[in-house]
């Protein structure tokens, strides 16, 4: 175990030094032997269990605090990010945007330098990709994506250490992702890149994902296809990912849920997988809309797993964030 965190601790990064802090934005900007490091540190955490030993914890974490700002709801990101800083040692501050003066029309970058003052690291939860980036111009301290509208790096991370405990490596596999072309499709999408396996997407072509991450993928030569049809993209595949058909935000509910209905994971499209194929959804699920409640509630679905992992993923991440 120590020797993870001395890697990670050393770990290379383009982003990092001595004096530039190691934010967590987007997989796509780490390399992938920061990225392995960081989900074996996750694989690490999870078998320490609650009281994470001295080995795995950041030097001198009792002293640090995280702020945690939320433009939007969470459930699983809020209290995983808040128990994972207290199983770390260190503190945490959850702060809704409408309790900041950030929320009657103080700037982001003035927000960014208080904050900065005060407190050791940011994750936010941004309406808007564009907020978080302001705040990264600004601040002088990690700050971690905790959602945008464009991507949701931590819990892609999260879903990488959950598919290798069922799996094995996830090198070389192949992952299907059926429904909208999202904030999690785009990070999936990342991940595909920097750890090295087949992402299948099968969108309507309305909702496919948005231009910047397919230049990316092509840019990056990744293995990423990205069609309309489900059975195409599922035959075969060692795992099955959807999410809700409505993202925060959205408010063209009715008009996607249209598009959306031949996108459904039920248990006819989970059996043109491969037989020991796992099932992954970020949750908040709706049952009966972009997944049955068999396929959900099935013996093939991890979701639990998945959303238990976000505390040790998190813990990992926390930790490479402050291991400078
Ligand atoms: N999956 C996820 O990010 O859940 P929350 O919205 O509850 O944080
Ligand atoms: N795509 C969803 C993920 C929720 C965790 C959203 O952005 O609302």
Redesign the pocket.
């Known amino acids: 175990m120590s020797s993870i965190m001395n890697e990670l601790e050393k770990a290379p990064q383009s982003m990092t030094s001595q004096t530039s802090p190691r934010h967590f934005l987007d997989i796509a900007d780490l390399d992938s032997k920061t990225l392995r490091r960081i989900i074996d540190a996750a694989h690490a955490m999870k078998k320490a269990g609650k009281r994470v030993p001295k080995e795995l914890r950041p030097k001198g974490i009792e002293d640090l605090v995280l702020a945690m700002i939320f433009e939007?709801?969470?459930?699983?990101?809020?209290v995983?990010f808040d128990v994972a800083m207290r199983q770390l040692g260190g503190g945490g501050l959850v702060l809704n945007h409408t309790d900041l003066q950030l929320g009657r029309g103080e700037s982001v970058a003035d927000t960014a330098r208080v904050l900065s003052r005060y407190v050791d690291g940011i994750m936010i939860?941004a309406n808007a990709h564009a907020t978080l980036m302001e705040l990264v111009k600004c601040a002088t301290i990690p700050v971690i994506n905790?959602?945008t509208e464009k991507s949701?790096p931590?819990?892609v991370m999260a879903d990488i250490q959950t598919f290798e405990e069922h799996l094995g490596p996830i090198r070389g596999k192949t992952v299907a992702w059926v429904g909208d072309g999202n904030n999690v499709a785009v990070s999936w999408m990342h991940a595909a890149v920097r750890f090295g396996f087949e992402l299948r997407l099968a969108c309507p072509k309305a909702l496919f994902p948005e231009d910047e991450a397919v230049a990316w993928v092509i840019r990056e030569k990744g293995r990423v296809e990205i069609g309309t049809d489900p059975e195409r993209a599922v035959k075969g595949a060692d795992c099955v990912v959807t999410d809700t058909w409505v993202s925060?935000g959205q408010s063209d509910a009715g008009k996607r849920k249209k598009m959306l209905a031949p996108y459904a994971v039920d248990a006819k499209l989970m059996s043109k997988a491969a037989k020991n194929a796992i099932f992954m959804h970020?949750?908040?699920a709706y049952r009966g809309h972009e997944v049955t409640e068999d396929v959900l509630e099935g013996p093939q679905s991890v979701i639990f797993d998945e959303?238990e992992n976000?505390l040790h993923a998190q813990k990992a991440i926390l930790a490479w964030c402050f291991g400078a």
């Open positions: 939007k709801p969470s459930t699983r990101t809020r995983s939860r905790g959602l949701h931590c819990q925060m970020c949750l908040p959303a976000r």
